[in-house]
């Protein structure tokens, strides 16, 4: 248990407002100092977090993220997965190309969140939502 945080339980979290957004910073933050990723790397998922939490806010109308401690053997990492119930992403290839935006802000972007994590899978379909899967491994 660190801050509240049970790190054998997946924790979930309900996106549906700004505040949201800052509590699933504050996870994030949270499990990946639990498992002890640099400090680098606890700012680059935190910032990938924040973008995909807004994304799934603003895009996805709201949904879920659910943060885990991951472990292959050999290093210990945190997964977040981001699921909404929204229109789904129409152009995955435009979507995930650097730069784009619908948004007209200055925003990562999918491929900008893409960067900063090592492992990233998307699910989506037209009228079928977004899932999208993140993991950052200890160095």
Do not use: C, H
């Given at each position: 248990?660190?801050a509240?945080?049970?790190?054998?339980?997946?924790?979930?979290?309900?996106?549906?407002?700004?505040?949201?957004?800052?509590?699933v910073r504050?996870l994030?933050r949270?499990?990946?100092?639990?498992?002890k990723?640099?400090?680098v790397?606890?700012?680059?998922?935190?910032?990938?977090?924040?973008?995909?939490?807004?994304?799934?806010?603003?895009?996805?109308?709201?949904g879920?993220v659910?943060?885990a401690?991951v472990?292959?053997?050999?290093?210990r990492?945190?997964?977040?997965v981001?699921?909404?119930?929204?229109?789904?992403?129409?152009?995955?290839?435009?979507?995930?190309?650097?730069?784009?935006t619908?948004g007209?802000?200055?925003?990562?972007?999918l491929s900008g969140?893409?960067?900063l994590?090592?492992?990233?899978?998307i699910?989506t379909?037209?009228?079928?939502?977004?899932?999208?899967?993140?993991?950052?491994?200890?160095?």
């Amino acid at each position: 248990m660190t801050a509240g945080v049970d790190l054998g339980t997946p924790q979930t979290q309900a996106i549906r407002s700004d505040e949201d957004v800052v509590r699933v910073r504050q996870l994030v933050r949270t499990v990946a100092v639990a498992v002890k990723l640099s400090l680098v790397d606890q700012t680059k998922l935190v910032t990938a977090a924040s973008e995909l939490a807004r994304n799934t806010l603003v895009y996805g109308g709201g949904g879920t993220v659910e943060v885990a401690t991951v472990d292959n053997g050999r290093r210990r990492g945190v997964r977040i997965v981001f699921a909404d119930s929204g229109p789904g992403i129409a152009d995955l290839d435009l979507a995930l190309t650097d730069g784009y935006t619908t948004g007209g802000g200055l925003g990562l972007g999918l491929s900008g969140a893409r960067r900063l994590v090592d492992e990233f899978d998307i699910r989506t379909g037209v009228g079928e939502g977004t899932t999208i899967t993140v993991t950052k491994w200890s160095r």
